[in-house]
Protein backbone atom coordinates (compact mmCIF):
# COMPACT_ATOMS: atom_id res chain seq x y z
CA UNK A 1 0.00 0.00 0.00
CA UNK A 2 2.95 2.51 1.14
CA UNK A 3 4.50 2.13 -2.78
CA UNK A 4 1.25 2.44 -4.28
CA UNK A 5 1.06 5.76 -2.61
CA UNK A 6 4.27 6.67 -3.52
CA UNK A 7 3.91 6.08 -7.21
CA UNK A 8 0.55 8.18 -7.04
CA UNK A 9 3.02 11.01 -5.34
CA UNK A 10 5.39 10.70 -7.67
CA UNK A 11 2.62 10.74 -10.41
CA UNK A 12 1.16 13.64 -9.23
CA UNK A 13 4.01 15.80 -8.34
CA UNK A 14 5.68 14.92 -11.78
CA UNK A 15 2.29 16.38 -13.70
CA UNK A 16 2.55 19.84 -15.19
CA UNK A 17 -0.46 20.95 -12.93
CA UNK A 18 1.57 20.20 -10.13
CA UNK A 19 5.03 22.13 -10.96
CA UNK A 20 2.39 24.93 -12.19
CA UNK A 21 1.50 25.79 -8.62
CA UNK A 22 4.45 24.52 -7.08
CA UNK A 23 7.62 25.81 -9.36
CA UNK A 24 10.48 24.51 -7.05
CA UNK A 25 9.08 21.90 -5.07
CA UNK A 26 9.58 21.98 -1.65
CA UNK A 27 12.62 20.30 -0.85
CA UNK A 28 14.57 21.69 2.05
CA UNK A 29 17.63 22.57 0.92
CA UNK A 30 19.28 26.80 0.37
CA UNK A 31 18.73 26.97 -3.16
CA UNK A 32 15.27 26.33 -3.13
CA UNK A 33 14.73 28.56 -0.03
CA UNK A 34 15.68 30.87 -1.95
CA UNK A 35 13.65 30.04 -5.45
CA UNK A 36 10.53 29.81 -2.99
CA UNK A 37 11.32 33.82 -1.72
CA UNK A 38 11.79 34.90 -4.98
CA UNK A 39 9.09 32.97 -6.80
CA UNK A 40 6.54 33.66 -4.19
CA UNK A 41 3.70 36.44 -4.26
CA UNK A 42 3.40 36.42 -0.69
CA UNK A 43 7.19 35.58 0.26
CA UNK A 44 8.44 38.48 -2.07
CA UNK A 45 6.23 41.21 -0.20
CA UNK A 46 8.89 41.79 1.68
CA UNK A 47 13.14 42.72 0.94
CA UNK A 48 14.98 39.54 1.33
CA UNK A 49 17.31 41.24 4.06
CA UNK A 50 15.80 44.12 6.21
CA UNK A 51 17.83 46.23 8.85
CA UNK A 52 16.26 44.70 12.43
CA UNK A 53 15.70 48.88 13.43
CA UNK A 54 13.37 49.24 10.85
CA UNK A 55 10.74 46.72 11.58
CA UNK A 56 10.71 47.84 15.26
CA UNK A 57 6.80 48.94 16.42
CA UNK A 58 8.72 52.19 18.18
CA UNK A 59 10.00 53.56 14.64
CA UNK A 60 7.16 52.19 12.09
CA UNK A 61 4.03 52.33 14.60
CA UNK A 62 2.45 49.78 12.39
CA UNK A 63 0.61 52.80 11.01
CA UNK A 64 1.19 50.93 7.13
CA UNK A 65 -0.07 47.54 8.39
CA UNK A 66 -2.68 48.98 10.06
CA UNK A 67 -3.94 50.79 7.32
CA UNK A 68 -3.99 48.12 4.81
CA UNK A 69 -5.95 45.63 7.45
CA UNK A 70 -8.23 48.67 7.92
CA UNK A 71 -9.06 48.93 3.67
CA UNK A 72 -9.91 44.64 4.13
CA UNK A 73 -12.55 45.02 6.64
CA UNK A 74 -13.96 48.21 4.91
CA UNK A 75 -13.74 46.19 1.61
CA UNK A 76 -15.88 42.98 3.42
CA UNK A 77 -17.79 45.07 5.52
CA UNK A 78 -18.78 47.13 2.03
CA UNK A 79 -19.05 44.41 0.17
CA UNK A 80 -21.83 42.74 2.87
CA UNK A 81 -23.87 46.46 3.14
CA UNK A 82 -23.77 46.74 -0.73
CA UNK A 83 -26.37 43.50 -0.59
CA UNK A 84 -28.72 45.53 1.11
CA UNK A 85 -28.67 48.80 -0.28
CA UNK A 86 -29.81 50.67 -3.75
CA UNK A 87 -28.30 54.15 -4.43
CA UNK A 88 -31.88 55.35 -5.12
CA UNK A 89 -33.33 58.75 -3.41
CA UNK A 90 -36.68 57.44 -2.96
CA UNK A 91 -35.26 54.15 -0.76
CA UNK A 92 -31.76 54.79 0.18
CA UNK A 93 -32.56 56.50 3.98
CA UNK A 94 -34.91 53.86 4.38
CA UNK A 95 -32.58 51.15 3.36
CA UNK A 96 -29.89 52.31 6.08
CA UNK A 97 -32.71 52.48 8.33
CA UNK A 98 -33.69 48.79 7.56
CA UNK A 99 -29.82 48.22 7.73
CA UNK A 100 -29.57 49.18 11.52
CA UNK A 101 -32.77 47.97 12.76
CA UNK A 102 -34.01 44.98 10.58
CA UNK A 103 -30.85 43.61 8.49
CA UNK A 104 -29.17 40.45 11.32
CA UNK A 105 -26.03 42.45 12.51
CA UNK A 106 -26.76 45.03 9.84
CA UNK A 107 -25.84 47.68 12.61
CA UNK A 108 -22.59 45.37 13.42
CA UNK A 109 -21.29 45.83 9.90
CA UNK A 110 -22.56 49.43 9.41
CA UNK A 111 -20.79 50.64 12.50
CA UNK A 112 -17.60 48.44 11.69
CA UNK A 113 -17.47 49.98 8.19
CA UNK A 114 -17.99 53.50 9.66
CA UNK A 115 -14.85 53.75 12.77
CA UNK A 116 -12.93 51.54 10.18
CA UNK A 117 -13.38 54.62 7.59
CA UNK A 118 -12.28 56.83 10.20
CA UNK A 119 -9.90 55.00 11.34
CA UNK A 120 -8.02 54.57 7.88
CA UNK A 121 -8.25 58.26 7.64
CA UNK A 122 -6.31 58.68 10.88
CA UNK A 123 -3.64 56.06 10.30
CA UNK A 124 -2.63 56.92 7.13
CA UNK A 125 -2.34 60.08 7.83
CA UNK A 126 -0.14 59.19 11.28
CA UNK A 127 1.68 56.57 8.77
CA UNK A 128 2.15 59.52 5.85
CA UNK A 129 3.63 61.90 9.00
CA UNK A 130 5.74 59.05 10.38
CA UNK A 131 7.43 58.48 7.02
CA UNK A 132 8.12 62.44 6.53
CA UNK A 133 9.41 63.16 10.24
CA UNK A 134 11.90 60.18 10.03
CA UNK A 135 12.88 60.90 6.29
CA UNK A 136 11.81 57.71 5.12
CA UNK A 137 10.60 60.01 1.69
CA UNK A 138 14.16 60.56 0.69
CA UNK A 139 16.55 58.65 -2.03
CA UNK A 140 15.64 56.33 -2.95
CA UNK A 141 12.27 56.21 -1.89
CA UNK A 142 10.87 59.45 -3.44
CA UNK A 143 8.55 57.85 -6.34
CA UNK A 144 7.02 55.79 -3.12
CA UNK A 145 6.41 58.99 -1.38
CA UNK A 146 4.39 60.26 -4.37
CA UNK A 147 2.22 56.73 -4.18
CA UNK A 148 1.62 57.37 -0.78
CA UNK A 149 0.41 60.91 -1.02
CA UNK A 150 -1.77 59.36 -4.28
CA UNK A 151 -2.65 56.83 -1.29
CA UNK A 152 -3.94 59.09 1.05
CA UNK A 153 -5.77 61.64 -1.34
CA UNK A 154 -7.57 58.26 -2.71
CA UNK A 155 -8.18 57.87 0.97
CA UNK A 156 -10.12 60.65 1.26
CA UNK A 157 -11.85 60.79 -1.39
CA UNK A 158 -13.37 57.29 -0.37
CA UNK A 159 -14.24 58.94 2.84
CA UNK A 160 -16.36 62.00 1.45
CA UNK A 161 -18.05 60.05 -1.40
CA UNK A 162 -18.96 57.62 1.54
CA UNK A 163 -20.62 60.35 3.25
CA UNK A 164 -23.62 60.88 0.64
CA UNK A 165 -24.61 57.20 0.39
CA UNK A 166 -26.83 57.48 3.67
CA UNK A 167 -28.74 60.52 2.01
CA UNK A 168 -29.94 62.25 4.90
CA UNK A 169 -29.39 65.77 6.33
CA UNK A 170 -25.73 65.66 7.52
CA UNK A 171 -24.94 63.98 3.90
CA UNK A 172 -26.88 66.25 2.00
CA UNK A 173 -25.32 69.51 3.52
CA UNK A 174 -21.49 67.64 3.81
CA UNK A 175 -21.57 67.30 -0.22
CA UNK A 176 -23.37 70.40 -0.95
CA UNK A 177 -20.67 71.91 0.60
CA UNK A 178 -18.35 70.06 -0.15
CA UNK A 179 -18.90 70.36 -4.34
CA UNK A 180 -19.21 74.05 -3.50
CA UNK A 181 -15.64 73.40 -2.75
CA UNK A 182 -15.11 72.02 -5.80
CA UNK A 183 -16.93 74.68 -7.79
CA UNK A 184 -14.14 77.09 -6.93
CA UNK A 185 -10.90 74.71 -8.03
CA UNK A 186 -8.69 76.82 -10.19
CA UNK A 187 -9.18 76.65 -14.01
CA UNK A 188 -11.48 73.39 -13.45
CA UNK A 189 -14.47 75.67 -11.71
CA UNK A 190 -17.03 78.33 -12.94
CA UNK A 191 -16.42 79.86 -9.51
CA UNK A 192 -12.50 79.59 -9.30
CA UNK A 193 -9.60 81.44 -10.93
CA UNK A 194 -9.08 81.39 -14.68
CA UNK A 195 -12.20 79.02 -14.90
CA UNK A 196 -14.62 81.70 -17.16
CA UNK A 197 -11.58 82.61 -18.91
CA UNK A 198 -11.03 78.86 -19.91
CA UNK A 199 -14.77 78.94 -20.85
CA UNK A 200 -16.30 77.07 -17.49
CA UNK A 201 -19.76 77.09 -16.87
CA UNK A 202 -22.23 75.72 -14.68
CA UNK A 203 -23.01 72.88 -16.89
CA UNK A 204 -19.66 71.84 -17.65
CA UNK A 205 -17.51 72.78 -14.66
CA UNK A 206 -15.67 70.18 -12.59
CA UNK A 207 -18.99 70.66 -9.68
CA UNK A 208 -21.21 69.40 -11.89
CA UNK A 209 -19.51 66.39 -13.40
CA UNK A 210 -19.42 65.38 -9.85
CA UNK A 211 -23.14 65.85 -9.39
CA UNK A 212 -24.50 65.27 -13.05
CA UNK A 213 -26.05 67.97 -12.87
CA UNK A 214 -26.27 71.59 -10.51
CA UNK A 215 -27.56 70.28 -7.42
CA UNK A 216 -27.14 67.36 -5.15
CA UNK A 217 -30.11 64.74 -6.50
CA UNK A 218 -30.26 60.87 -7.78
CA UNK A 219 -27.54 61.53 -10.61
CA UNK A 220 -25.28 62.22 -7.53
CA UNK A 221 -26.10 59.82 -5.53
CA UNK A 222 -25.52 57.58 -8.26
CA UNK A 223 -22.05 58.79 -9.02
CA UNK A 224 -21.13 58.77 -5.58
CA UNK A 225 -21.89 55.44 -5.10
CA UNK A 226 -19.78 53.98 -8.37
CA UNK A 227 -17.11 56.09 -7.43
CA UNK A 228 -17.18 55.30 -3.39
CA UNK A 229 -17.66 51.33 -4.73
CA UNK A 230 -15.94 50.80 -7.76
CA UNK A 231 -13.84 52.97 -9.19
CA UNK A 232 -11.29 54.62 -6.01
CA UNK A 233 -10.99 51.11 -4.21
CA UNK A 234 -9.61 49.86 -7.82
CA UNK A 235 -7.15 52.72 -7.82
CA UNK A 236 -6.02 51.99 -4.27
CA UNK A 237 -5.68 48.40 -4.95
CA UNK A 238 -3.54 49.28 -7.87
CA UNK A 239 -1.46 51.90 -6.07
CA UNK A 240 -1.48 49.65 -2.81
CA UNK A 241 0.42 46.73 -5.61
CA UNK A 242 2.50 49.63 -6.51
CA UNK A 243 3.61 50.82 -3.02
CA UNK A 244 4.12 47.15 -1.69
CA UNK A 245 6.32 46.31 -4.63
CA UNK A 246 8.51 49.99 -4.34
CA UNK A 247 8.69 49.23 -0.38
CA UNK A 248 9.92 45.01 -1.99
CA UNK A 249 12.30 47.00 -4.24
CA UNK A 250 13.68 50.29 -2.16
CA UNK A 251 13.79 48.12 1.26
CA UNK A 252 12.57 49.30 4.51
CA UNK A 253 13.59 52.61 5.33
CA UNK A 254 15.33 52.68 8.86
CA UNK A 255 16.04 55.25 11.61
CA UNK A 256 17.94 58.29 10.69
Not at 38 to 45: I, W
Not at 61 to 71: A, P, Q, R, V
Not at 101 to 116: E, I, K, Q
Not at 146 to 159: E, F, K, Y
Request: proline residues 4%.
Amino acid sequence: MSNLMKRVSNWVTSTPFWKAVFRHGYEDTARNRSLTTFSNVLYHLHPVKTRRESIKIRYTWCMGGTSLLLFVILTVTGVLLMFYYVPDTRRAYQDIKDIMTVVSFGSTFRNVHRLAAHGMVFTVWVHMTRVFLTGAYKPPREFNWIVGVLLLVLTLLLSWTGYLLPWDQLALWAITVGTKMAAATPFFGVEGPFGAELGMRPDNDIKFMLLGGTEVGQNALLRFYVLHCVVLPLFVVVFLAVHFWRVRKDGFSGPL
